[in-house]
Nanobody, 124 residues
Framework: QVQLVESGGGLVQAGGSLRLSCAASRRTFSRYHMGWFRQAPGKEREFVTAIHGTGGNTNYADSVKGRFTISRDSAKNTVYLQMNSLKPEDTAVYYC?????????????????WGRGTQVTVSS
């Protein structure tokens, strides 16, 4: 059974930082694209960032550019999301995602794998 396990969420003040981690259970995910989505209360799930299977290309939503950084450790099948200069509007449940299609993981991740999510709350 495929598992994506997120960790690192929590409560932080505006301007602070958090680092999320997501470990994938399957070794073959080292060749897949990995990313993060988020869903705020009353809103639809939205793309945040993704990193290519080779680790050589990344994509960010405009709302997080310059503040968030995605990275991966393929040997550990783990993807990280470093979030700096957090704002109250970053408050959401953050979901790890894995897909074999770059176009899918940078949009909706339809047909891909999801983690259960981790809550990030930014207080003002």
């Amino acid at each position: 059974q495929v598992q994506l396990v997120e960790s690192g969420g929590g409560l932080v003040q505006a301007g602070g930082s958090l680092r999320l981690s997501c470990a994938a259970s399957r070794r073959t995910f080292s060749r897949y694209h990995m990313g993060w989505f988020r869903q705020a209360p009353g809103k639809e799930r939205e793309f945040v960032t993704a990193i290519h299977g080779t680790g050589g290309n990344t994509n960010y939503a405009d709302s997080v550019k310059g503040r968030f950084t995605i990275s991966r450790d393929s040997a550990k099948n783990t993807v990280y999301l470093q979030m700096n200069s957090l704002k109250p509007e970053d408050t959401a449940v953050y979901y790890c995602a894995v897909h074999s299609s770059w176009s899918r993981i940078t949009t909706t991740n339809d047909g891909g794998y999801w983690g259960r999510g981790t809550q990030v709350t930014v207080s003002s």
